[in-house]
C-alpha cells in the first residue's frame, strides 16, 4: 500500500499579490460598479475585486479597485512586468465596448 504524502502549508501556500487601479470611463458610457467588478473577474487570473471608490465628475466616472492575483499565475516575469504586459490588456480585452477603462494608475499595495 502505498503512503499519501501530506500536504503542509508549505506545499500549497502561494503569494496573492493585491494591485490597486485607478480607471476613468466617459461620463456618458454608463459604467455600472457591480458590472465592471463581474467584467475584472472574468480576466483570466484575477481572483478577487474590491471596488474601491467610485468618483463622477461632469465628463467622468473615476473608480478605484483592489484586483488579487495569486503569485502562481505570475510566472518568472515578476510582478511589475506581469502587471503591464499581461494583466492590463487583458483587462481591456475582456472589457466589452463601453467598460472599456483608461487605466490612469496601478501600484502593488501588498504581498500576503
Known amino acids: ?3 499519501i504524502k501530506r500536504l503542509t502549508e508549505q506545499d500549497i501556500s ?3 499579490h493585491v494591485i490597486s487601479f485607478l480607471m476613468s470611463y ?3 458610457s454608463g ?3 457591480l458590472k465592471l467588478q463581474n467584467f475584472l473577474r ?3 487570473n484575477v481572483t478577487v475585486v474590491t471596488p474601491r471608490s467610485t468618483k463622477r465628475t461632469r465628463g467622468r466616472i473615476f473608480i478605484s479597485a483592489l484586483i488579487k492575483v495569486h503569485d502562481q499565475f505570475i510566472g518568472q516575469i515578476g510582478l511589475d512586468s506581469y502587471v503591464r ?3 492590463i490588456p487583458s483587462i481591456k480585452k475582456n472589457s466589452p465596448g463601453n467598460y472599456q477603462p483608461t487605466i490612469l494608475d496601478w501600484k502593488v499595495e501588498s504581498d500576503f
Open 31 to 33: 459604467v455600472e460598479t
Open 42 to 44: 472574468a480576466v483570466p
Open 85 to 87: 504586459t499581461v494583466l
Open 1 to 3: 500500500m502505498k503512503r
Open 26 to 28: 466617459p461620463q456618458d
Open 14 to 16: 502561494h503569494d496573492v
